[in-house]
Each structure stands twice: as C-alpha cells, then as structure tokens.
C-alpha cells in the first residue's frame, strides 16, 4: 500500500507531461511557477525521484526541453566562478558560521543568482525548468527572494521548485517550521501532504 507522500510522487509525471501545464492554460496570465512541497525527511526520496522524472520526462515528451538545477550546486559553482569559493572555505573555518552567511550576502545575493539560474537555464529555449536543492542552500539564500527575482526572467516557461516544508498557497515555511515572507504567485503541484 502507497502512502500520501508516495501517491503524490507518482502525480508529477503525469503532471508535467500535460498539455495543460505545458502551455500553462487555466493560470489566468499568472507566472507558471509550481511548487511541491514535501516533509523535509523525505528528502533522499525527492531527490531519488528527481532523477527518474528526467530520466522519463524525454520518454514520455519526446523533445521535451527539461532542465534541472540544485540551489546548492549552482552557488557554489557561481561561487567558484567568481573566486570567492576557497576564501569562503577559509572565512568559515576562521570566523565560523556567520561571518561566513555575513560575508556572502553580496555575492549571493538573490537578485545576483537569480540572473546566474536563468543564463544557465536560458529560459526562451526551455520548456521546463526543475528546482531543488533548497534545504541545502538555506540560509544562504531565502526561497521567495529567489522566485521574486526569476519572476520577470522565466518569461513563460515553467519553473517547479521542489520545497522540503510547506507551501500552503500564500506562504512557503521551510522545514515546516521555519517562516518565510509571504509567497502568492506560485501554484501547487499537486495536493498537499
């Protein structure tokens, strides 16, 4: 016997393969920004269904422009790239854990990444972007300040973020504990938990 959770993991295929969602129909001009928010200890399941969605996404879409991003991976790859990674490393082991977050404000700013995601997504040429990754990146970077910032750079093409806390529709509370400012533009996936 499934459980909710696993249900609901069994939806988003069939979700993001829809004409439907693809062409964004019944969002009412909204930006097509979706989120799936699960319990944040089934982590490991999420990201181990991550990999089977793109592994059937071209399958079951054939052509189907998906691209996947982790948080995580994209600062510290925007990090090095900028040659700030060593000298965080070196930051946190020094002054600890705050001065690190301190010290990277600027360069991780959310404005700063969400420029850095769309030119390596380059939205006009996608159909579906995946977005994890969350959990690891905080507190370095906060959720609804990223998703504010892709708003006017995703254009029309579809964002999922997979969250590990609860999105109840208005606001996203990470861990299902922890506050974040409200969040109203995006859509759920699919049923809650």
């Known amino acids: ?43 490991l399941a999420v990201r181990e269904h991550i990999g089977f969605l793109l592994e ?33 490393l070196q930051k946190q ?20 990444l969400a420029a850095v995601l769309a030119d390596q997504v380059d939205p006009a040429n996608r159909d579906l972007v995946l977005v994890s990754g969350v959990g690891s990146a905080y507190p370095l970077l906060r959720t609804h300040n990223l998703l504010n910032n892709l708003h006017h750079r995703m254009g029309s093409t579809p964002l999922v973020l997979f969250y590990p806390g609860v999105y109840d529709g208005q606001s996203l509370r990470l861990f299902g504990l922890l506050p974040d400012k409200p969040y109203y533009r995006a859509f759920r996936l699919v049923d809650s938990w």
């Not at 996947?68 to 040659?83: D, I, P, Q, T």
């Open 1 to 43: 016997m499934s459980t909710d959770f696993e249900q609901r993991l069994d939806k988003i295929l069939d979700r993001l393969t829809s004409d439907d969602f693809l062409r964004g129909r019944g969002l009412g001009n909204e930006i097509p920004f979706y989120a799936f928010d699960y319990p944040p200890e089934r982590e």
């Open 56 to 88: 059937q996404l071209p399958k079951r879409r054939p052509g189907l422009r998906v691209v996947h991003v982790n948080l995580f991976s994209l600062m510290v790859e925007h990090l090095k790239a900028r040659g700030f990674y060593d000298k965080a």
């Open 93 to 112: 082991r020094q002054a600890g854990d705050e001065a690190l977050r301190k010290a990277l404000a600027a360069p991780l700013d959310a404005a700063k």
